[in-house]
């Protein structure tokens, strides 16, 4: 069983997201914010600034002529898009090159959490989700309780080496899941809100207290299981979804 201290020293040590980020969040709820408050949040980080303009001349958003301008890029993407931008690197930094808990490396960890980001912003947007615009991010995120969890090793009083399969074992060799640490760190990043309780329901979207953000939660769950079923994630995890 992993103790208290090591779980937090875990949860310490991960890298720090962008600067930008809580910046970012603060804008995307702000009405009045513009293109430009945007583009000075971007313009601070260099790998914020390439990952946008890349997609920004993307197929998916490409116009008549590239762009190299961040104000022109954040103007065609879209606030919600440059959100996702943030999202996407902040996870990539936090990758490690192996989850041995899961018996994962990070190339097939990464596949899973794009697949499912992108079903959850197709799946919102098709059922009209009033919080469509969270959906991709909080998809991208619904496994990030996984960073801490399945980088305990069996000297560490951890599981085997994929020993986990599912919340149950979690909580068997650990005394938690990734879905409790998950919301943690969702907060500690700065995430929103809806981003953040996805990552703590997206197993169970009903069980949580209260109605707030419910939608996002379902959209999230049923990304992951068709995830599952489309082949983008690990056998042994498929075994624990409900």
């Given at each position: ?98 989850l041995p808990g899961y018996g994962l490396d990070s190339a097939e960890f990464w596949r899973h959490c794009v697949a499912v980001a992108v079903l959850s912003e197709r799946i919102a947007r098709l059922a009209g989700v009033p919080e469509s615009g969270h959906a991709y991010t909080a ?104």
């Open positions: 069983m992993i103790s208290d201290q090591q779980l937090a020293s875990r949860i310490d040590a991960l890298p720090t997201v962008p600067e930008a980020l809580p910046r970012i969040s603060t804008l995307l709820l702000d009405p009045s914010a513009s293109a430009s408050d945007f583009e000075a949040v971007v313009k601070t980080d260099p790998a914020l600034t390439a990952n946008l303009l890349r997609v920004a001349n993307s197929a998916f958003h490409r116009g008549l002529t590239s762009i190299s301008s961040v104000g022109l890029a954040v103007a065609r993407v879209g606030f919600h898009r440059v959100y996702e931008v943030v999202s996407l690197v902040s996870l990539k930094r936090a990758l490690p090159p192996r998809g991208l995120l619904h496994d990030v309780g996984k960073l801490v969890v399945g980088a305990f090793g069996e000297t560490e009083g951890g599981p085997p080496e994929g020993a986990l399969d599912g919340l149950a074992s979690e909580q068997r060799y650990l005394g938690t899941d990734h879905a409790e640490i998950g919301q943690d760190i969702a907060f500690r990043w700065n995430f929103t809100r809806p981003v953040a309780d996805a990552a703590r329901w997206h197993h169970a979207p009903l069980s949580e207290p209260g109605a707030s953000g419910k939608r996002v939660q379902i959209v999230v769950h049923v990304a992951n299981c068709l995830a599952h079923r489309f082949g983008y994630g690990p056998k042994a995890s498929h075994r624990g979804l409900p």
